[in-house]
């Protein structure tokens, strides 16, 4: 709610030239909501609380995709969830080598939201199909390579772009801009893009099986961590994304949300990696080849 009110005062503020957004400290950018509490709510049947923190939550962020004024967002540390929809929608992201990106919403029986329906599949290849299944991190220059952010400067030079910001506004990006290592998955782009082009989660496994090769393996195993259904749901939702704007993509989110907390993988994902921590969930079906195709269409009407 803070972010909210300060960008409707600054908007018409004629002295706010850009809007800067950086995390407190040097550990995280933002970790993402508190999904403890929304299971707590599910759980009890109370389902006011949730409602009004994703309908809030999503309109922050498309204010943000459509902001008046340059919006710069400092990632320096964790940036999950909650954390990437207060950025990604930003025109300028700045990482530093130590900003680490994930969407592991899969391994909690959910689903990327915050608009990562309609970010995701604009990365390039197919890309944000393959971190929005996997949950795999995506670290430092990488994360420009793979679209998360538009500049990377490192760390001891990001307080001084953030006074030069306050000073000259958005042209002060070009000036700490350093140039990106090499991207550390180029040469797996060519089959993940094969791999994740496919249409059904089964068939993305079947392709990977064949591959044979160290990132193929790894992929699979992060694969068989998640929820089946997760999978299947969110693939569907990402397809959908292709084809919306961030307005639609974030009204059907929305909708997704609450089937996909209505499944019984949404609680016992938050139980096993962040109540329990056991990190060994019992997901229903427990493999992809159980899901049923009919029971993901009806999540989305």
């Given at each position: 709610?803070?972010?909210?009110?300060?960008?409707?005062?600054?908007?018409?503020?004629?002295?706010?030239?850009?809007?800067?957004?950086?995390?407190?400290?040097?550990?995280?950018?933002?970790?993402?909501?508190?999904?403890?509490?929304?299971?707590?709510?599910?759980?009890?049947?109370?389902?006011?609380?949730?409602?009004?923190?994703?309908?809030?939550?999503?309109?922050?962020?498309?204010?943000?995709?459509?902001?008046?004024?340059?919006?710069?967002?400092?990632?320096?540390?964790?940036?999950?969830?909650?954390?990437?929809?207060?950025?990604?929608?930003?025109?300028?992201?700045?990482?530093?080598?130590?900003?680490?990106?994930?969407?592991?919403?899969?391994?909690?029986?959910?689903?990327?939201?915050?608009?990562?329906?309609?970010?995701?599949?604009?990365?390039?290849?197919?890309?944000?199909?393959?971190?929005?299944?996997?949950?795999?991190?995506?670290?430092?220059?990488?994360?420009?390579?793979?679209?998360?952010?538009?500049?990377?400067?490192?760390?001891?030079?990001?307080?001084?772009?953030?006074?030069?910001?306050?000073?000259?506004?958005?042209?002060?990006?070009?000036?700490?801009?350093?140039?990106?290592?090499?991207?550390?998955?180029?040469?797996?782009r060519e089959?993940?893009?094969?791999?994740?082009?496919?249409?059904?989660?089964?068939?993305?496994?079947?392709?990977?099986?064949?591959?044979?090769?160290?990132?193929?393996?790894?992929?699979?195993?992060?694969?068989?961590?998640?929820?089946?259904?997760?999978?299947?749901?969110?693939?569907?939702?990402?397809?959908?994304?292709?084809?919306?704007?961030?307005?639609?993509?974030?009204?059907?989110?929305?909708?997704?949300?609450?089937t996909a907390?209505?499944?019984?993988?949404?609680?016992?994902?938050?139980?096993?990696?962040v109540v329990?921590?056991?990190?060994?969930?019992?997901?229903?079906?427990?493999?992809?080849?159980?899901?049923?195709?009919?029971?993901?269409?009806?999540?989305?009407?």
């Amino acid at each position: 709610h803070a972010i909210t009110a300060a960008l409707r005062q600054w908007q018409d503020e004629p002295h706010v030239h850009v809007v800067v957004i950086e995390g407190a400290g040097d550990r995280a950018f933002c970790a993402g909501g508190d999904i403890r509490a929304f299971r707590q709510h599910h759980l009890e049947g109370d389902h006011g609380p949730i409602e009004a923190f994703f309908t809030h939550e999503y309109a922050l962020n498309q204010m943000i995709g459509t902001y008046p004024k340059p919006y710069v967002a400092l990632i320096d540390g964790i940036c999950m969830g909650g954390g990437i929809g207060v950025s990604v929608h930003a025109p300028y992201r700045v990482a530093t080598e130590h900003a680490m990106f994930a969407m592991p919403e899969t391994a909690i029986g959910f689903f990327p939201d915050i608009g990562a329906t309609y970010f995701l599949p604009r990365l390039p290849g197919r890309i944000g199909f393959y971190l929005g299944l996997t949950g795999a991190r995506v670290i430092g220059a990488d994360a420009v390579h793979a679209g998360f952010g538009t500049h990377f400067t490192p760390r001891d030079r990001i307080h001084a772009l953030s006074r030069a910001l306050a000073r000259d506004g958005a042209g002060a990006l070009a000036e700490f801009a350093t140039p990106l290592p090499p991207f550390s998955l180029a040469s797996q782009r060519e089959a993940l893009d094969r791999c994740f082009g496919a249409d059904m989660v089964l068939e993305i496994i079947q392709r990977l099986r064949a591959e044979e090769s160290a990132w193929a393996r790894e992929t699979l195993k992060l694969l068989r961590a998640v929820s089946p259904s997760a999978l299947c749901w969110t693939l569907k939702a990402l397809q959908r994304g292709e084809g919306m704007t961030l307005p639609q993509a974030l009204e059907a989110e929305l909708a997704l949300t609450r089937t996909a907390m209505a499944h019984p993988d949404f609680a016992e994902g938050v139980r096993a990696m962040v109540v329990d921590k056991d990190r060994v969930p019992k997901w229903q079906p427990a493999r992809i080849e159980e899901v049923d195709p009919l029971v993901i269409a009806a999540m989305f009407g």
